[in-house]
């Protein structure tokens, strides 16, 4: 596993031209910078600038100015520079993807996924918001003679606030459908993974997107988090389950809405009956893509008995074979961790399994020589409760293997855990697949797919329930988050009041009848 291939990242570096030009767009008055790390290298990468509080004013009151004349736009005429930023994203996928490398140490097998999927995600929504945004006509309060429809006005100024591990598909994701509901966006993704945030602004500037719609800034969380809430209309947060809760309460103190998607600790359920070839493929995808820094990845597999030995020769063969490097081209099956701290948290994972009396099966070691945040590719069994591995989030490429007996079994323990984002079922039995799916509690579900086939349906929603999360990106609900929905009904003929001289009596009864009548003939 894990053959050091030559490190082109030690030989390039990101552009001192294409830095300046993608920090251009960060609101920073003060001059202020930091320097991010290349996780592949340990050397400094890039110098951002930094902004501060009044910055973060500043962002909003730019953002709302602009805001003004893009709401008075129909949905209709907001689509194009949409349809251009998914093409411009497509052509210039080699300067994004070096971008996403540098600043994650991801492979770009997994930088190209997010590329896709930042593309795939703006053409759904550029297609799909002017029908999702249109009027809608409902029964008024006397049939026919009141008019009524609702429609959706924008919230005014969305906050977005992103992680580090999924750099472009996350904070585009979020704001392309902020931008088409008619708002503006101010969006602070995480500093260490600014550039490819930035980068997308960049291209939907170039694709025509109006200059302060989608502002970005950059820095502290104690310096300009509360800011980010406090100027808000409604915030849109990915991230930890610990400071979405915290966002939550900010919010709610204001009256704004928020959507949290949160941590995960995700099951995967492989039925005595699922083609064990796919599913050791579709596990590899599902545990180890982005080295697990996925929250919807795959860190508990509940194999069955009578398939748990040959799923875990395959599965511990495949990983084994893993090709580990800092290339800058297709060549790896997975990249490095991104933070000091990401690695740490791995080690500490699996060293306290391994000393609890854990087995390792495939990996469980750093790999320093390939790069100073690499970790292998890890599969653990006899993991017990009381091991950290086995119930918190490790966000890292390990995974523990588990044994059950029977179907209930399996559901129970997959629902054992605080999170609900995202769970896996693997049989040849689809519509076995789905009873199942329909008892786990998990925003999503995918059936012989670890997380791809429900995170790509971009028309259906996706989030989670318990501690991952409040609320759904994608689908209808992921646009109209960003909406207030307002009622508008006119009254024709005859007033609420009844005809001129009619006594309260009369109207009663005539109200009366009028219901029964309604209830009789469906109208209501
Ligand atoms: P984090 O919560 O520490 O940080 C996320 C973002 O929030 C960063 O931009 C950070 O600077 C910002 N932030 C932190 N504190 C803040 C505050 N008080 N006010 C405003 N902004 C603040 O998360 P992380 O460790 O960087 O990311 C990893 C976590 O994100 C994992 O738990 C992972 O599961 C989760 N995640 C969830 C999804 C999802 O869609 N459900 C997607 C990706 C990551």
Redesign the pocket.
């Known amino acids: 596993m894990g053959n050091a291939t030559s490190s082109h990242a030690e030989t390039k570096t990101l552009a001192p031209t294409l830095v300046s030009r993608l920090t251009r767009h960060v609101v920073s008055a003060s001059g202020d910078t930091t320097t991010t790390t290349a996780p592949f290298t340990g050397k400094p990468l890039a110098e951002l600038p930094v902004s501060s509080a009044s910055d973060v004013a500043e962002a909003f009151e730019r953002a709302r100015e602009a805001q003004r004349s893009w709401a008075a736009m129909s949905p209709r005429d907001r689509v194009a520079p949409f349809l251009r930023f998914h093409d411009i994203v497509l052509d210039r996928q080699s300067e994004i993807l070096d971008i996403i490398q540098w600043e994650t140490g991801k492979a770009r097998r997994h930088a190209f996924e997010e590329v896709y999927d930042a593309a795939a995600g703006t053409l759904y929504y550029a297609r799909q918001a002017p029908r999702l945004l249109r009027r809608r006509r409902s029964i008024g309060a006397v049939p026919g003679a009141t008019r009524t429809y609702a429609h959706h006005q924008p919230k005014g100024a969305v906050t977005v ?6 750099p472009i598909a ?1 904070p585009v994701g979020d704001a392309v459908p902020a931008l088409l509901a008619g708002n503006a966006v101010v969006a ?4 260490q993974t600014a550039l490819s945030a930035l980068w997308a602004i960049d291209v939907a500037v170039e694709a025509g997107l109006p200059e302060g719609l989608w502002l970005p800034v950059l820095g ?2 104690a310096e ?3 800011p ?2 406090d100027g808000a209309d409604y915030v849109a ?8 809760a ?2 939550a309460q900010r919010a709610a103190g204001r009256l704004i809405g928020c959507s949290a ?4 600790k995700n099951p995967m359920i492989v039925c005595e009956d699922a083609d064990l070839d796919r599913t050791v493929e579709g596990a590899v995808r599902a545990c180890f893509s982005n080295a697990g ?4 990845s795959m860190e508990r597999v509940y194999v069955h008995d009578a398939v748990y030995d040959a799923f875990t020769e395959k599965f511990a063969a495949a990983v084994r074979d893993m090709e580990l490097n800092s290339a800058l081209d297709f060549s790896a099956d997975m990249g490095s961790l991104t933070y000091q701290r990401q690695l740490d948290r791995v080690s500490a994972h699996v060293d306290d399994a391994r000393q609890k009396g854990a087995t390792v099966v495939a990996g469980g070691r750093p790999r320093p020589e390939i790069g100073p945040l690499f970790y292998e590719p890890t599969v653990l069994a006899d993991v017990e409760p009381t091991m950290r591995a086995c119930a918190d ?1 490790t ?1 890292g490429p390990v995974v523990s293997l588990y044994r059950f007996s029977d179907e209930n079994e399996a559901v129970e323990r997959a629902n054992a855990t605080d999170y609900g ?1 995202n769970a896996s079922i693997w049989t040849r039995d689809v519509n076995r697949g789905r009873r199942l799916a329909e008892r786990v509690r998990a925003g999503t579900v995918n059936i012989n797919e670890g997380y791809g086939a429900a995170w790509a349906s971009y028309g259906a929603p ?3 329930m318990k501690r ?2 409040l609320g759904r ?1 994608h689908g209808a609900e992921g646009l109209l988050r960003y909406t207030e929905a307002q009622t508008v009904a006119s009254q024709h003929y005859v007033g609420l009041g009844g005809p001129p001289g009619m006594d309260g009596e009369t109207l009663a009864r005539t109200m009366t009848l009028g219901a029964r009548l309604m209830k009789r003939f469906r109208i209501r």
Do not use: H
């Open positions: 606030i992103t992680p580090w591990n999924y996350l602070k993704p995480d500093t502290e969380p300009i988090g509360d980010l809430i947060f990915t991230g930890s389950s610990a400071v979405g915290k966002i998607e949160l941590g995960g820094q996925l929250c919807i989030e966000f984002l996706m989030g989670g991952s999360g990106r």
